[in-house]
């Protein structure tokens, strides 16, 4: 069985799906690995360090003519690019594996169903405990958290820790980081080692310990929050009135910072806004807000994807493209998930994609000419799937 890899074609992306380490780790495994030539260099893996491992580099169409399973960093469904260049070039029965944005664009997953490809996405990967290898949201969102401390720190008009010297003490830097998931765990441990004075909010009062646990104060506000919290560990959509009364309560906490880093985001909906104009205005000149959730509308409500924005004195970074600006490291992680499920899946000389299997349930978009995930066929407005007829006695 062949694994091909190409090159990111994504604006920005520098990331690649797998590292020489990985390619060896599944060659020894009995599979077969080729690469486009260049695939690796933005990421800081040239072509020879393929090659030692024992991977065939190749053009890219060769890529998709040979290979039985495709893995991209950014698959045909997150990108327009993908769609219209790079899913043309699958065959029927072609295996796909990346992030996919299948909740953000369902009609993707649509298109990759018409060609006939089998499509896993990488998002959808249920967050359990054997899953855990495989989560790349995980792995990303740790860049992500750490990027944004970094981007915070040069844009700030004054350092992070407390330094005593001869010309006087400076004062610490105040972070404010709002949502703690994986990227804001990270925020807050690398703003802590910077020297920062750091607290922390989340709409799920479960996370207090962990915020506690890396140094930083949890600020907690007088809010109903039971439920907020889904079986998937991620911050559920909370009502207009909840909303505004969060804003009410966080304005005070946002004008006494002098950094703040919100990542509150989910999955397949608008980032809510949390941080609204008023409070921006509150805050003190030269102060940072880098917005993580920029790209489904951004937690600010001054944020614009991809630009630096100066309003009241206060800068605003809206940044998608975090993570592929460590993208040798970022590969790393990519490539150790991707690793982790295609060994997990591979049997016999090919992917097992038993819908009984939790992993594969959750992940698989796409297969035999049809969207087979019910949450994406909903959305779809398709009819649900008939179940698989049961085995007849003696079978």
């Known amino acids: 069985m062949i694994i091909g890899v190409t090159k990111e074609t994504a604006a920005k992306e520098l990331r690649v799906a797998l590292i020489p380490a990985s390619a060896a780790v599944l060659i020894k495994a009995g599979l077969e690995v080729r690469v486009e030539r260049g695939a690796g ?18 053009d890219r169409a060769d890529v998709f003519a040979q290979a039985d399973i495709v893995v991209q960093v950014q698959g045909p469904g997150a990108h327009a690019a993908g ?28 298109a990759m169903a018409k060609q ?13 405990t054997r899953a855990q290898s495989m989560d790349v949201l995980s792995s990303m969102a740790t860049v992500a958290g750490y990027q944004a401390v970094l981007e915070a720190a040069a844009q700030l008009p004054r350092l992070f820790p407390m330094l005593m010297t001869a010309a006087g003490t400076l004062a610490p830097a105040r972070v404010f980081v709002v949502g703690v998931g994986v990227a804001g765990l990270q925020a807050i ?11 922390a909010y989340d709409v799920r009062p479960a996370v207090r310990d962990q915020v506690l646990s890396v140094g930083a104060k949890f600020v907690e506000f007088d809010l109903e929050t039971e439920g907020a919290e889904d079986k998937g560990g991620y911050a559920k959509e909370q009502s207009d009135e909840f909303i505004r009364r969060q804003q009410q309560q966080m304005q005070e906490v946002v004008a006494r910072n002098d950094v703040v880093i919100t990542t509150a985001a989910i999955p397949g909906k608008k980032s809510p806004v949390l941080v609204t104009e008023p409070m921006v205005e509150a805050m003190a000149p030269g102060s940072v807000i880098v917005d993580l959730a920029a790209e489904r509308g951004g937690n600010c409500e001054l944020t614009r994807a991809d630009e630096v924005v100066t309003a009241h004195g206060v800068t605003i970074l809206g940044p998608t493209d975090l993570v592929s600006r460590k993208p040798y490291h970022a590969s790393q992680m990519f490539a150790r998930n991707i690793e982790t499920l295609l060994l997990s899946l591979y049997k016999d000389g090919g ?32 009819p649900p799937l008939a179940p698989p007829a049961a085995p007849e006695e003696g079978d």
């Open 41 to 58: 260099e933005a990421a800081g893996f040239p072509d020879a360090a393929y090659e030692e491992k024992g991977v065939t580099l190749c």
């Open 83 to 110: 769609l219209t260049s790079d899913l043309p070039q699958c065959r029927p029965g072609q295996i796909l594996v990346g992030m996919q944005d299948p909740l953000g664009n369902p009609e993707g997953v649509a």
């Open 116 to 128: 006939g490809v089998t499509a896993l996405s990488l998002e959808m990967v249920p967050r359990i």
């Open 189 to 199: 441990a690398t703003a802590k080692r910077l020297g920062a004075v750091v607290e």
């Open 351 to 382: 992917l097992n994609l038993d819908p009984a299997d939790e992993v594969v349930a959750g992940c698989l978009l796409a297969k035999d000419g049809e969207v087979v995930h019910p949450r994406l066929r909903e959305m779809l407005d398709l």
